[in-house]
């Protein structure tokens, strides 16, 4: 059987930024300062907000810190700015509940099992339709 040497593998999965125990750089690219500036100082200004953008922001920072938060939402405004403009369309804001609706099912799951295993018998029922 052949060997597979999973070090050489690891250099071409994107976001891999460890090497032999040392971190890399994970600074940004250089490009217009002017703008940089402006996209953090947007994102930082977003944090507050009940939006999609403040909830990314405030996720991230919880886990990460409130300036990777800031980076990390300086790249979201960017990705919209760019689809925006080469597809012409209107922004429309995804809320504030949108990470919440797209883990919907986990996060049940996860609630019943914590309680069962607090000792509590659980029973789910669909909310109805009005």
């Given at each position: 059987?052949?060997?597979?040497?999973?070090?050489?593998?690891?250099?071409y999965?994107?976001?891999?930024?460890?090497?032999?125990?040392?971190?890399?750089s994970?600074?940004?690219?250089?490009?217009?300062?002017?703008?940089?500036?402006?996209?953090?100082?947007?994102?930082?200004?977003?944090?507050?907000?009940?939006t999609?953008?403040?909830?990314m922001?405030?996720?991230t920072?919880?886990?990460?810190?409130?300036?990777?938060?800031g980076?990390?939402?300086?790249h979201a405004?960017l990705?919209?700015?760019?689809?925006?403009?080469t597809?012409?369309?209107?922004?429309?804001?995804?809320?504030?509940d949108?990470?919440?609706k797209?883990?919907q099912?986990?996060?049940?799951?996860?609630?019943?099992?914590?309680?069962?295993n607090?000792?509590y018998?659980?029973?789910?029922?669909?909310?109805e339709?009005?």
């Amino acid at each position: 059987m052949s060997e597979i040497n999973f070090q050489a593998l690891t250099i071409y999965v994107p976001g891999h930024n460890e090497s032999a125990g040392k971190r890399k750089s994970t600074n940004m690219k250089k490009g217009n300062k002017y703008l940089k500036s402006a996209l953090i100082e947007a994102a930082h200004s977003i944090r507050g907000s009940k939006t999609y953008l403040g909830v990314m922001y405030r996720r991230t920072a919880a886990r990460k810190g409130k300036k990777r938060a800031g980076i990390s939402v300086t790249h979201a405004i960017l990705r919209i700015a760019y689809y925006l403009l080469t597809r012409k369309e209107m922004y429309v804001d995804l809320g504030e509940d949108y990470f919440d609706k797209q883990k919907q099912q986990s996060i049940v799951r996860y609630s019943v099992r914590r309680l069962e295993n607090l000792g509590y018998n659980v029973t789910i029922t669909e909310p109805e339709v009005s």
